[in-house]
């Protein structure tokens, strides 16, 4: 190896380790680096806190939206964190609405387009939602608690 | 301690840089980009684009690029480049431009859905990676451009660096990941009931997807197996940087590496199937080849009594 292309392969090495050994050090994340911290954080109670989006059909039924092809590329676990982060901003109330709209709107059109079979919906609403955890989660359909969010109802027919 | 220090940078070279046949570095992007290139076939990205900015929360990377989230076509015509580069760089077909190709658009192409709402971590390592055999002489062997070149390659440090950026950036993914519960919550990770309670969570659907097996919530009911589990976690993924220095370490420890990721799919939903590719790279193929090579003129060759007789 010539004397430049071996400086250019350290210099590839010390960015590659470089930037693994800054996060992990610093405990950030600055993508495609990490310091992996997923599941990290002791869990202490069984409490269990979700933001979660609910369809709202024409009899003003609720659905939880749980199937992957409902909502996507939106999945469970970036809706909930997504939307919690904008909620918690101030004044997020606008944005809030018209990312939960963009959902409905999404869910009506990958129904039109045959993606998903669920049904018609009117509305969608986003909860925050508790469980006490319990084995098979068999809990889930009744929540301990649920607080309106965002709610967001189709104009027209 | 002196002629300790003083053998440091030749060990840094020998771990670096001694010479390895072409071989494996070109096995490892072929069956590397191959599993990548079926893998992401029917991903469409283009959806992406239709996600509305109401949801965008950039990385540091697009802030830092001021890259923004394209439209539906954009994105479709963008997939379809890397598609074919992902492919190019499997064949070895112009696999310095294919690999380069890979690692622009791949960088915006997986890092796009990151922009919105939450950062995982299945695919990170595929983008250093992407970037590492990009700079890399992967090509000069086991593809179409060393076939029509016709002269093979001979053995250098050119292709070994590559492989061993890539085993030890995994390595230190692990690493982090042991790291990170010990430095959060210490001893505590697998000494109280957080991986049972972990399992029993998970089955509310909160990941990005369902767990395969409902297996979690016995395993959260039997302590022996949890706790267990956690301690086993925690000690693999500290302990697998030791794969890059003991061979006899190596094998068990890349398999409960794999089997922890399998793990987590299975039981807790996040999809970190692609994550599994990068092992290729542990693979030491030109001594497979030279095995498979050495195999059939053992099977033919006559038996050395035989040979003494005549």
């Given at each position: 190896m010539g004397k430049v292309r071996l400086i250019l392969v350290h210099g590839l090495i010390a960015i590659v380790l470089g930037g693994s050994a800054y996060d992990i050090l610093t405990r950030q994340e600055h993508w495609p680096w990490s310091n992996y911290p997923m599941f990290a954080q002791v869990h202490r109670t069984s409490v269990l806190n979700w933001y979660r989006l609910y369809g709202v059909d024409d009899r003003d039924r609720e659905l939880p939206l749980l199937k992957p092809a409902y909502l996507w590329p939106l999945d469970q676990s970036r809706l909930s964190i997504g939307l919690r982060a904008i909620a918690q901003e101030d004044g997020s109330g606008p944005r809030l609405r018209e990312a939960v709209a963009n959902a409905l709107e999404r869910y009506e059109d990958r129904r039109r387009a045959g993606e998903h079979d669920g049904p018609e919906l009117r509305g969608m609403r986003l909860y925050s939602v508790q469980w006490d955890v319990v084995p098979y989660a068999t809990n889930f359909e009744s929540p301990s608690s649920r607080m309106l969010v965002a709610e967001v109802m189709r104009s027209g027919p | 301690m002196t002629r300790r220090l003083a053998m440091l940078p030749q060990a840094w070279l020998r771990f670096w840089f001694s010479p390895e046949p072409a071989a494996s570095l070109g096995i490892g992007r072929l069956i590397f980009f191959t599993l990548l290139a079926f893998f992401y076939l029917p991903h469409d990205f283009s959806a992406w684009g239709t996600v509305s900015l109401a949801y965008w929360q950039p990385i540091w990377l697009f802030r830092w690029l001021h890259l923004p989230p394209l439209s539906p076509g954009a994105i479709s015509t963008l997939q379809a480049i890397w598609k074919v580069a992902l492919f190019g760089a499997a064949a070895g077909f112009l696999t310095r431009t294919s690999m380069a190709v890979v690692a622009v658009l791949g960088t915006y192409l997986l890092g796009l859905g990151h922009n919105f709402g939450q950062v995982y971590h299945f695919d990170a390592i595929l983008v250093i990676a992407f970037w590492v055999l990009a700079f890399s002489r992967a090509g000069d062997a086991w593809s179409m451009d060393a076939w029509r070149r016709g002269s093979p390659a001979a053995a250098s440090g050119e292709y070994r660096w590559p492989v061993q950026l890539i085993l030890v950036t995994q390595a230190l993914v692990f690493f982090a990941a042991g790291v990170a519960k010990l430095w959060t919550s210490g001893a505590q990770w697998f000494l109280s009931d957080h991986l049972a309670l972990l399992l029993q969570r998970v089955q509310y659907h909160i990941s990005d997807a369902d767990p395969l097996v409902p297996w979690g919530s016995f395993i959260a009911s039997t302590p022996l197996l949890y706790h267990g589990m956690a301690l086993t976690t925690v000690v693999v993924e500290t302990a697998y940087p030791l794969a890059l220095f003991s061979r006899r370490l190596r094998a068990p420890l890349v398999v409960a590496g794999m089997a922890l990721v399998v793990g987590i799919r299975a039981?807790?939903?996040?999809?970190?199937?692609?994550?599994?590719?990068?092992?290729?790279?542990?693979?030491p193929w030109h001594r497979l080849l030279r095995i498979a090579d050495a195999g059939p003129a053992r099977r033919t060759a006559p038996p050395v009594s035989s040979v003494q007789e005549t």
């Open positions: - | 039981l807790m939903g996040p999809t970190f199937e692609h994550f599994l590719f990068i092992n290729v790279f542990w693979v």
